[in-house]
């Protein structure tokens, strides 16, 4: 039982995956009590979310060490954050909270903290935003999983 437990961490781990997979996995092919998967779930992706932030200045420091990768970083952050300001003066935290509470292909933990990262949101907000943005991730798809809407196909490929 503790290694179905451990698949769910480790399928939430996943960049592309997150919380889109484990979920419906723990409900339909581990046939686990959908509340103690939801926890799970929950409680891992919150996990990978600081842990990306706080290793993201590192791993940034280290690619950009090579002269290609740091011009093309200088200039992808520079369009980034002139794309984004507005929103970001807006809105804030919530707004990454949002991005990563939207369960679809190219949201999550992993690019919240990214966008997180080059907004310079102070890691106590991105606290915020990653806590609420993954609740709100987990409700949706749990809601989904539990409701046995045909939407649910988005999320879990049949075989």
């Not at 997150?18 to 339909?28: D, N, T």
């Not at 809105?91 to 933990?109: K, Q, T």
């Not at 903290?113 to 907000?125: E, N």
């Not at 993954?134 to 798809?141: H, K, P, W």
């Amino acid at each position: 039982m503790w290694l179905e437990y451990l698949k769910l961490t480790w399928i939430t781990f996943i960049p592309t995956l997150e919380l889109r997979a484990s979920i419906p996995y723990g409900i339909f092919i581990s046939h686990l009590p959908w509340l103690k998967v939801f926890m799970v779930c929950i409680i891992a992706n919150i996990g990978v979310g600081i842990v990306v932030y706080i290793l993201m200045d590192f791993i940034i420091k280290v690619l950009t060490t090579f002269a290609p990768i740091a011009k093309w970083w200088q200039n992808y952050v520079a369009r980034t954050q002139h794309r984004i300001q507005r929103g970001v003066d807006k809105y804030g935290e919530w707004a990454v909270a949002v991005f990563i509470g939207i369960p679809l292909p190219g949201s999550g933990v992993y690019t919240g903290a990214l966008a997180a990262y080059l907004i310079g949101l102070k890691f106590r907000k991105f606290m915020v935003a990653n806590i609420f943005g993954v609740l709100i991730a987990g409700v949706i798809v749990t809601a989904i999983c539990l409701t046995g809407s045909g939407i649910s196909s988005i999320f879990i490929k049949r075989m």
